[in-house]
């Protein structure tokens, strides 16, 4: 408290410079140091919120590329199946048989079935025995049937049976299933017919189940069988089983009056 009242009194009468200049320059140092360690944490902080910032816009912008990205790939997925959709209207119109659309819901190509199941049943018209075809080619049959949805027996199950011709020579077989595979042999066909590798096999009109030259495959391989008599043809499907996503159903001329009467 004295040396206080000292300094107070000394200092009305101008004479404390030195301790004045002492005080100034310790608290100039001080001052200083606060002011480069508040401008530090300054900058520090407004760094972060910067980089704070910065990561919650690069967020927001990838989520934004990848809702474009999405809308993109769906964009793409429906010009793919309006493409699709076109050739198969172009190819029902270019038919001389009623058609009925369905998209393929399931896939089964197992040793013991190989067929797809379609949305369409009894409630449209579908019945066991229909054909069912492709804008590729021949698919299958309709082999059981609910009131929503179908199960085609396609060509390639073993247990298929369709009434066929070599285009170029005329040759007539059947065309059935090859166990394991998703290939087709062409049975009963005589070693006198002219049958060679790389020929169209085609549908008929046989029982008006399908439109007669629709492609059914090409051969693949021609041999003998064991005893000589008969040929062993294979038939590569001009229809890929496991990419199909939409097929029309063959409805009879038949079925079609009698449904109308």
Known sequence: MCFLALYIHQHRQGRTGRVDGAVTSLSGNLQENSSYLGNGVRSLFNHYVFLMNAAR??????????ELKQRLVLLQEMEAENRRMSTALDFKSAVSIKTLAAKVVAQDVSTDFVGIRIDRGSRDGIEVGMGVIHPGGVVGTIY?????????????????????????????????????????????MDKLEDVSQDDA???????????????????????????????????????????????????SPIKSAKTTS
Do not use: M
């Not at 816009?57 to 990848?66: I, T």
């Open 57 to 66: 816009r690069n967020e927001s912008l990838e989520k934004e590329v990848a």
């Open 144 to 188: 059981r049937v609910s009131e929503h949805f179908s199960e085609v027996l396609t060509l390639a199950d073993p247990a298929s049976n369709i009434d066929a011709v070599v285009q170029r020579s005329r040759a007539r077989g059947i065309v059935s299933g090859e166990s394991k595979t998703l290939n087709c042999k062409l049975k009963y």
């Open 201 to 251: 096999i085609v549908s008929t009109n046989f029982g008006g189940i399908f439109p007669s030259g629709l492609l059914i495959g090409h051969v693949s391989e021609v041999s003998s069988t064991a005893n000589g008599i008969l040929q062993n043809i294979t038939v590569k499907t001009a229809v890929d089983l496991y990419r199909l996503e939409e097929v029309l159903v063959v409805i």
